[in-house]
């Protein structure tokens, strides 16, 4: 296998090597990936964090004969605007992008064989607390997109803005939330939830279809539609709006 990086903010990764073909991810910038098989313009990826392979277009990854400087990562909790050492385009690095061995006094950081600087402070969490600081973060990416597949503020599905929150506070999730519910540790009762923990969601009967971030104020942050805060409580998400439960509470787990 072959290591390799992302040289775009994102890159969708598909179920088969063809645009047409479902989406089932995204590589962030700077997330690790290793280069399984190249078919004409695609390559069949297998990303570091969370075991997930698809089909990327070769055109947005690039690949190394030595494995690339991955030491000292940080991942970015907001937008970056960076721009590359040797042109002028500037490019909006998305939350949960790495960047390696940041030098904040040049304001630059290399990736892979790339130098790329930045303008002003790089961005940070607002709270100590790690649970709340998931809350935190989590609501801005509020009225996002819904996306089958996405992992960005642009876009995003409910497992992937669970992963993409907790991949910001460190913690690396599997991508779907039938695979989320097997981490952590299970909560008993609803009322013995706190701030950061998940709930997984679905039908009465049956797989896990959906997860959100419980806020420990009866309120649940998930993508349905798009970002948004709901009611919670022992039978799952209530519809304030249409009066009705959306989702089935089924299993709460802590991971932080």
């Not at 570091?48 to 030491?71: C, H, N, V, Y």
């Not at 996405?150 to 992937?160: A, H, L, N, R």
């Amino acid at each position: 296998m072959t290591e390799g990086l992302p040289v775009t903010p994102l890159v969708p990764v598909r179920k088969m090597p063809s645009d047409k073909s479902e989406m089932v991810t995204q590589v962030l910038f700077g997330q690790k990936i290793f280069i399984l098989e190249n078919l004409n313009s695609w390559a069949r990826i297998h990303i570091a964090d969370d075991g997930q392979e698809g089909w990327a277009d070769r055109k947005m990854i690039r690949s190394f004969d030595m494995a690339p400087d991955l030491t000292y990562p940080y991942i970015l909790p907001w937008f970056l605007p960076v721009k590359q050492h040797s042109g002028a385009t500037e490019y909006r690095l998305p939350p949960g992008s790495i960047i390696y061995r940041p030098n904040r006094e040049n304001r630059s950081f290399q990736c892979g064989d790339r130098l790329y600087h930045w303008e002003g402070n790089l961005p940070g969490s607002e709270e100590k607390n790690r649970a709340i600081s998931v809350c935190s973060v989590a609501r801005r990416l509020t009225g996002s997109p819904y996306l089958w597949g996405g992992k960005s503020p642009y876009g995003i599905d409910c497992s992937g803005l669970v992963q993409l929150i907790f991949s910001i506070h460190g913690v690396f999730l599997p991508r779907d939330a039938k695979d989320q519910a097997e981490t952590g540790s299970t909560v008993s009762f609803i009322q013995e939830a706190c701030a950061g923990d998940l709930a997984f969601l679905g039908p009465p009967e049956g797989q896990i279809t959906h997860v959100g971030i419980i806020t420990g104020k009866g309120t649940i942050i998930h993508a349905s539609g798009m970002v948004r805060e709901d009611k919670l409580d022992q039978e799952g998400i209530y519809d304030a709006e249409n009066r009705k439960y959306s989702h089935f509470l089924r299993l709460i787990k802590r991971i932080l």
